[in-house]
């Protein structure tokens, strides 16, 4: 059975940053491009970042230069590292293969507010 469990969410002030990990079980990570989604209430889910399986990595605009997708196969888990965070980047943050392979997991709320 496949679990995707996110968690690291949290409340932080405009500026702060969080670390997200995404821990997942009955996957060979490694071999799956994996990806960092988020939705904001009354909004679609939409991607924020993907990291393929050889550790290439790509961003939407508003997280380059701000966010780091990373991985660990050994600890399958995936990773958002997020810096200067702003109230926009307040959603529940998932992740997934960019197909939305697996079931999607609880996600963790990030709230950015001073």
């Known amino acids: 059975q496949v679990q995707l469990v996110e968690s690291g969410g949290g409340l932080v002030q405009p500026g702060g940053s969080l670390r997200l990990s995404c821990t997942t079980s009955?996957?060979?990570?490694?071999?799956?491009?994996m990806g960092w989604y988020r939705q904001a209430p009354g909004k679609r889910r939409d991607v924020v970042a993907f990291?393929?399986?050889?550790?290439?990595?790509s961003y939407v605009d508003s997280a380059k230069g701000r966010f780091t997708i990373s991985r660990d196969n050994a600890k399958n888990t995936v990773y958002l590292q997020m810096n200067s965070l702003k109230p926009e980047d307040t959603a529940v943050y998932y992740c997934?293969?960019?197909?939305?392979?697996?079931?999607w997991g609880q996600g963790t709320q990030v709230t950015v507010s001073s």
């Open positions: 990291i393929t399986s050889s550790g290439g990595t």
């Open positions: 009955g996957i060979i990570l490694s071999i799956n491009t």
């Open positions: 997934n293969t960019p197909s939305a392979r697996f079931s």
